[in-house]
């Protein structure tokens, strides 16, 4: 498999050359989302790690109890910690964003809206004079209405030997009961990627 995608950057890498670099779009380069240009995190990284946390959560004990009920409870997603040394929080974004549609068009919870949410974690953020401290997003919950939030950390290992270097992402996300600060659901799923000779 590695091969195939090999032949496939060789050969978008001699086109590039033969005729000067042309930008392109994923259908018309077959394969062109499936191969790594980086160790950074990327769309196939990140439909990795959401559908290893989706499946988690939707088969999770506080799903089904959040599906018994006559009304579905109220839900905020905050924003996911990049204790990685790497720039990736529209990454981490777009991660949040993925799973905020999966709960709203599954039916199982209210969302708060992400721009409400958004203002109030930056007023937050300007009264603790910088980065969203997770400590606080109970608070927050509570002033949003939301009886749960969903959360998470990234992290990240990085080895480089001879010129090769090798990426592992840890994505750790959890549900956390507002009123109790109790975690109600918790999942780890990692990915490894490599600059290999």
Same mark, same amino acid.
């Given at each position: 498999? =590695? ?16 005729? !000067?670099?042309?930008?392109? =779009?994923?259908? +018309?380069? +077959? ?8 160790? !950074? ?13 989706? +499946? ?69 953020? $300007? ?8 400590? $606080? ?15 998470? $950390? ?8 001879? !010129? ?9 996300? $959890? ?8 975690? =109600? ?8 990627? !490599?600059?290999?000779?």
């Amino acid at each position: 498999m =590695r091969y195939y995608y090999f032949l496939i950057l060789s050969f978008v890498s001699i086109f590039a050359v033969a005729c !000067g670099a042309n930008y392109v =779009r994923g259908d +018309e380069v +077959e394969g062109l989302d499936e191969y790594a240009m980086s160790t !950074g995190l990327d769309k196939v990284d990140l439909e990795k790690l959401f559908d290893a946390n989706i +499946e988690s959560l939707m088969s999770s004990a506080v799903v089904s109890k959040w599906k018994e009920e006559s009304e579905p409870p109220v839900v905020s997603i905050f924003p996911i910690a990049n204790e990685t040394s790497e720039h990736i929080r529209e990454s981490l974004d777009t991660l949040s964003s993925k799973m905020e549609t999966q709960m709203i068009n599954s039916g199982i919870a209210t969302m708060i809206d992400h721009d409400q949410q958004s203002r109030l974690i930056e007023e937050v953020r $300007k009264q603790q004079g910088g980065d969203f401290d997770q400590s $606080k997003s109970a608070d927050i919950g509570r002033q949003l209405g939301a009886k749960f939030f969903i959360t998470g $950390k990234i992290h990240s290992s990085s080895e480089k030997v001879k !010129g090769e270097k090798r990426v592992q992402y840890f994505l750790f996300m $959890k549900v956390v009961d507002v009123e109790t600060g109790v975690i =109600r659901w918790q999942n780890e799923s990692n990915l490894t990627k !490599g600059l290999v000779k």
